[in-house]
T-cell receptor, first 113, second 116 residues
Framework: AQSVTQLGSHVSVSEGALVLLRCNYSSSVPPYLFWYVQYPNQGLQLLLKYTTGATLVKGINGFEAEFKKSETSFHLTKPSAHMSDAAEYFCAVKGGNNRKLIWGLGTSLAVNP | DAGVIQSPRHEVTEMGQEVTLRCKPISGHNSLFWYRQTMMRGLELLIYFNNNVPIDDSGMPEDRFSAKMPNASFSTLKIQPSEPRDSAVYFC??????????????FGSGTQLSVL
């Protein structure tokens, strides 16, 4: 069975500070991992995904995530937060093909001036 | 392309009434997904269509919920009769390739449903 845990339902950072959103997963097969972002009153958009290959994945808007198999983690980072990064962030895992996406409950990111 | 289009954006209804949510996927996409989002349960996949055929409806909560996709450009999610616990944001998403691939999902802006 697959599952996703996002540590911290709310994260607050100052503008210009490092953003770190945590995601841990469990999967019985090599996972495919995703981060989506949801801006207020909008649908979700894909930020980045890991399927195979390089474990450090770069996404849109300066975000990146690193797949660490030994830690079963896929944390999302951005070196310097911008006000426009304030949104809800969702981690999701897929245990191979023909499997559904399993979603975390989301982390709400607030960016303070 | 206009993206995935959902209507209405907001729906307020009374318990027992029928509710119909609508979705127009991105042209050329062959997979369509209906999700429900609540604070308590997060994002839940209700049903998934591939080439207009329902493939997996195991997430549909109960018989009060039904979904159709009569053609490649339109889908509906119906709740009859509606109950207060159905209050949530309902998202439609589409992709090319379906659940067996890792193609990204494109989400609509959602329908905020309130059942009083």
């Amino acid at each position: 069975a697959q599952s996703v845990t996002q540590l911290g339902s709310h994260v607050s950072v100052s503008e210009g500070a490092l953003v770190l959103l945590r995601c841990n997963y469990s999967s019985s097969v090599p996972p495919y991992l995703f981060w989506y972002v949801q801006y207020p009153n909008q649908g979700l958009q894909l930020l980045l995904k890991y399927t195979t290959g390089a474990t450090l994945v770069k996404g849109i808007n300066g975000f990146e995530a690193e797949f660490k198999k030994s830690e079963t983690s896929f944390h999302l980072t951005k070196p310097s937060a911008h006000m426009s990064d304030a949104a809800e962030y969702f981690c999701a895992v897929k245990g191979g093909n023909n499997r559904k996406l399993i979603w975390g409950l989301g982390t709400s990111l607030a960016v303070n001036p | 392309d206009a993206g995935v289009i959902q209507s209405p954006r907001h729906e307020v209804t009374e318990m027992g009434q029928e509710v119909t949510l609508r979705c127009k996927p991105i042209s050329g996409h062959n997979s369509l997904f209906w999700y429900r989002q609540t604070m308590m349960r997060g994002l839940e996949l209700l049903i998934y269509f591939n080439n207009n055929v329902p493939i997996d409806d195991s997430g549909m909560p109960e018989d009060r919920f039904s979904a159709k996709m009569p053609n490649a450009s339109f889908s509906t999610l119906k709740i009859q009769p509606s109950e207060p616990r159905d209050s949530a944001v309902y998202f439609c998403a589409s992709s090319f390739g379906g659940i067996a691939t890792n193609e990204k999902l494109f989400f609509g802006s959602g329908t905020q449903l309130s059942v009083l």
